[in-house]
Structure formats: C-alpha cells, structure tokens
C-alpha cells in the first residue's frame, strides 16, 4: 500500500511572520493565507508614520488575509528587542492557543554605499540587530511553544550578501551570522522535531530598488565586485511572491525531512548553497611548526593552484 503524501497545506497552522507589512514578509503571509495557514503580521512601528502607521498597514494586510477565508492578526512593535519579541510570540500562542511555524523577515538596510572605512558603531548595532539579534529573539521565544506542539518548521531570511559580493559591512555580515545560527538551530532541535532552514531571496522589494540602489550596483560593478552578468541579475530580479512558495513549502508538513539547508530563490529558480569545507592543502612531515619563509614559497603556490 503506497503511504500518502505529506500535505503541502498549512491548514490550520499558526506562523508568526517577523517584518511582514512590506515586501517579501508581505507575500510570504499573503502566501501562508492562500494555504490555509493562520497568520500573525508584524511590523517594527519605526518607520515613517510611526506606530500608527505601521497598525494601519497591519490591519489592512490582515483584511486582505481575512478576504482569502484565512485567519490573521497583527503586532506592531521591534524584534530587536527581547522582551518585544517574547511579546509578539505570546499575542500569537494566545490568539491560536500554540504555535506551528516561524518566519523571520524582519530586516533593515545599512546606510547606501557603506563601507567599513566609514560605518559607525551605531549603524552597525542597529543592523546588526534586526537582522541577527532580531532572529535569535523570536526563535528563541517561539521555541517553548513549538516544542509543545510537538514540533514545528523556522524558516530564517538570509541574503546572497555573505558572500561579500555586494559591499557594505553590517548587512552581509548578519546574514552570514544567520546562516550558522540556521546550522545551528537544525542541529540542536533535531530531536525535538523541529526544523530550521534559510532562504537568499531575490526579490525587488525596497531594499534592491530605487535610484540609490541602481548607484550602488553600478558601484560595485565598477569596482570589479560584480560582473555585468550580476549586476543586471540584480537590477532584474522578481517580484517578491516569486519565493514566497519556498517559505511556504518549508513550512509545511512536506518538508519534515527538510533541515539545516540554506537555499536560494528568486523567481521560478531555487538553488542551495553547499556549506564551507575545509579543504587540505599542505602538511609538513614532522611536528615542527611551518616557517615564515616556509609559508611563504608553499602557501601562495598552494593557493595559487586552488585558483587555476
């Protein structure tokens, strides 16, 4: 007898999707609806129109949720704050009695054309802390209550931008963070039947659009960081329900054997990235320790193979 497959719905689950009133987060909870999911939309409250404005546009993404025949309910407020946070899982385990999936969306730019030759210890923390200290609180929280539910799926937003391709400091280097936190949480919740993935998304949203970002691009290209393949890739890329699908699909019950990946999409393309692998390259005979004239005619050569 052939055993039925895992439902790709989300029927009845409950998510919490972390930076949703705009942008990828937005269609991911569009998405979520569109499967039957229940969903909680969240948005920091400190762009411009404040708190007020934010709610507003909460409300009317939970409207249109609503309109799918789904479930929805919104907080306003940051997760780069612990307690926020905690907040903001408790508003979702309390409307739905539990939790089934986490999203984390929630995600800031660094100032146009930063380097660090001029990144200020500031920028860098308030960055850093959405995109980083902002996934770590709200998996953090969530945790408890997925493991109560007797599992469950996070799904962490990370970027192409750690790889160092495309400048800047803060941003790439919390996405490279989130990357190991994502291996990091696969491994450790393994046994509690809770999964963790990480999406690079493509997608024009007001982070990759705009005049400033067509300047950076064209930047970067002439620097030589990106090639005129890349740079028109990243002028032209899809609009953001193009990976939607992909958050969707990792949470649901057909992706249980799904964890510790870290994937691409963008568009109709999905790709995964290959973890770092310590690859040799040279070991001396005996136990003495190289030589800095050593490492110096071996070491280069040695690389310099690696390249060709």
Not at 67 to 92: C, H, P, Q, R
Not at 144 to 166: D, E, K, Q, R
Not at 217 to 224: P, V
Request: net charge neutral; charged share 20%.
């Amino acid at each position: 007898m052939t055993e039925a497959k895992a439902s790709t719905r989300l029927d009845g689950k409950r998510i919490v999707v972390t930076g949703s009133s705009q942008g990828i987060g937005r269609a991911v909870a569009l998405r979520i609806g569109r499967e039957g999911g229940r969903v909680l939309v969240t948005g920091s409250g400190l762009g411009a129109g404040g708190r007020a404005a934010a709610a507003r546009t909460l409300n009317a993404l939970v409207e249109e949720i609503e309109s799918l025949g789904a479930d929805a309910a919104s907080f306003v407020g940051t997760v780069a704050d612990d307690a926020v946070a905690k907040e903001m899982i408790e508003s979702a385990v309390g409307q739905w009695d539990g939790l089934d999936g986490l999203v984390n969306c929630a995600g800031i730019p660094e100032p146009v054309g930063s380097s660090i030759l001029d990144m200020n210890a500031r920028d860098w923390e308030r960055v850093r802390s959405v995109h980083l200290e902002g996934t770590f609180h709200s998996s953090r929280h969530a945790l408890p209550h997925l493991i109560a539910s007797g599992g469950g799926s996070i799904v962490n937003t990370s970027s192409h931008a750690f790889l160092g391709i495309y400048g800047g400091t803060a941003y790439g280097a919390a996405k490279g963070a989130i990357n190991s936190l994502t291996w990091e949480l696969a491994a450790d919740l393994r046994e509690k039947n809770i999964r963790c993935n990480a999406i690079c998304p493509g997608a024009r949203t007001r982070l990759s659009s705009g005049a400033e970002y067509d300047e950076q691009i064209a930047r970067l290209t002439s620097r030589g960081l990106l090639t005129p393949t890349m740079a028109k890739s990243s002028r032209q890329v899809a609009p953001p329900e193009g990976c939607a699908s992909l958050y969707a699909f990792l949470l649901s019950d057909a992706s249980a054997q799904i964890s510790g990946e870290i994937f691409s999409a963008t568009g109709g393309y999905v790709g995964v990235m290959t973890r770092p692998v310590d690859r040799f390259l040279m070991m001396k005979q005996d136990a003495a320790p190289w030589t800095l004239d050593e490492l110096s005619s071996e070491l280069l050569d040695k690389l310099n193979e690696r390249k060709r």
